[in-house]
């Protein structure tokens, strides 16, 4: 069983500042775990994962992820929002032992940059 | 990248209506999904697909059925539309032993 719960369906931050995108995830194995990024009228695109390497894992556009397996989180940053950064971003995690492994969804959290 | 096409971006459909959704993809991967998307609800599993002719009920299949006949093509099916079926439905492809799912636009359906 798996699941992530994903902390504020909605943060706004000014443009410069931190962002900071909390995750939390349960998974009774290992877990690959992602963040996907939605801009509005689009389909979801990849942020970064973590499929078991480095715990610090770096993405596209700045954002960051650190997974912490003692505080089961995986929450996104990004030192100095940008405007364009205004999206939904998604959680999700997926256990890797054998055969097929359903990725679950969190329930997105959507982001504001104020000028 | 992966492209993966879905063939509307908006539908409105009446009520009790058969109901098509295409999503076609462009890098030959085994795996293809229907996710519905709700405020508040994030993404929520349909229907998945490992193979031609195979397919796999997800988290709510109810009131939904999936078609597969070519490894680039995966169809959902809304056999008599209903209005909490209004929503966003999203398609996504994986390629097998790989961790990533690409996604479509979306289409967004009402059902009036």
């Known amino acids: 069983a798996q699941s992530v719960t994903q902390l504020g369906s909605h943060v706004s931050v000014s443009e410069g500042a931190l962002v900071l995108l909390r995750c939390n995830y349960s998974s009774s194995v290992p877990p690959y775990l992602f963040w996907y990024v939605q801009y509005p009228n689009q389909g979801l695109q990849l942020l970064l994962k973590?499929?078991?390497?480095?715990?610090l894992v770096k993405g596209i556009n700045g954002f960051e992820a650190e997974f912490k397996k003692s505080e089961t989180s995986f929450h996104l940053t990004k030192p100095s929002a940008h405007m364009s950064d205004a999206a939904e971003y998604f959680c999700?995690?997926?256990?890797?032992?054998?055969?097929?492994?359903?990725?679950?969804f969190g329930t997105g959290t959507k982001l504001q940059v104020i000028p | 990248d992966v492209k993966v096409t879905q063939s509307s971006r908006y539908l409105v459909k009446r009520t009790g209506e058969k109901v098509f959704l295409e999503c076609v993809q462009d890098m030959d991967h085994e795996n293809m999904f229907w996710y519905r998307q709700d405020p508040g609800l994030g993404l929520r599993l349909i229907y998945f697909?490992?193979?031609?002719?195979?397919?796999e009920k997800g988290d709510i299949p109810e009131g939904y059925s999936v078609s597969r006949e070519k490894k680039e093509r995966f169809s959902l099916i809304l056999e008599s539309a209903s209005t909490n079926q209004t929503s966003m439905y999203l398609c996504?492809?994986?390629?097998?032993?790989?961790?990533?799912?690409?996604f479509g636009a979306g289409t967004r359906l009402s059902v009036l």
């Open positions: 996504a492809a994986q390629g097998q032993g790989f961790h990533i799912q690409y």
């Open positions: 973590y499929t078991s390497a480095a715990t």
């Open positions: 697909s490992y193979d031609v002719k195979m397919k």
């Open positions: 999700a995690v997926r256990g890797h032992s054998g055969g097929y492994q359903k990725v679950t």
